[in-house]
């Protein structure tokens, strides 16, 4: 697996990180939904550099841990700042920012691509004392019991993934 996210990437996001880094919405959940992103990108059609970058994105502007309309909109476009960081193309950039922005408003999108991305953060729903239901879940495969459960099972742990990104360094 390669990944796209880069430990500079990470610290600028962290940089103006408006909650606490390591909250219910902060890098140890995102560093779970990459590794959900991985799996779910086996499908055919998911495209595995969006599903990464989605993880770093997608709540890095919240302002509360409560329901923050809005904070996907400002995910995609903290994605748009930091564009030319991104080693992706502008087809794919489109599928990032759309997948952050409609992430908590849209039950699903015709995009298999956008749909992984949904669906890694659903399966962590289980920090938050919810079990991932696959009615709520887009794609064939984070419907599976087993992805439900494997991902459930991490989520129960609030502790960064190991190598979290994929990056070999301490990322916290
Ligand atoms: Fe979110
Ligand atoms: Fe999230």
Redesign the pocket.
């Known amino acids: 697996m390669t990944t796209v996210i880069t430990a500079e990437m990470l610290a600028m996001i962290k940089g103006q990180y408006q909650l606490q880094w390591n909250g219910t ?1 902060g890098v140890i959940h995102w560093s779970r939904v990459f590794e959900n992103g991985i799996r779910l990108a086996e499908q055919e059609g998911v495209n595995v550099r969006v599903v990464q970058l989605f993880s770093i994105f ?2 890095s502007r ?1 302002e509360n841990e409560h329901r ?1 309309k809005g ?2 909109r400002r ?1 995609a476009e903290l994605a748009a700042e930091f564009r030319d960081y991104l080693p992706i193309n502008d087809e794919e950039f489109l599928l990032l920012t759309t997948a952050c922005e409609l ?2 408003s849209a039950a699903t999108h015709v995009n298999r691509t956008v749909q992984a991305c949904f669906d890694s ?1 659903r399966l962590d729903l289980g920090r938050v004392g919810i079990i991932p239901d696959p009615q709520y879940l887009c794609t064939p495969l984070a419907k599976e019991k087993n992805i439900i459960d494997w991902a459930y099972d991490r989520s129960l742990h609030h502790k960064l993934a190991p190598q979290p990104f994929g990056l070999a360094g301490d990322e916290e």
């Open positions: 919405h997608h709540d919240r923050d904070h996907g995910g992430h908590t953060d």
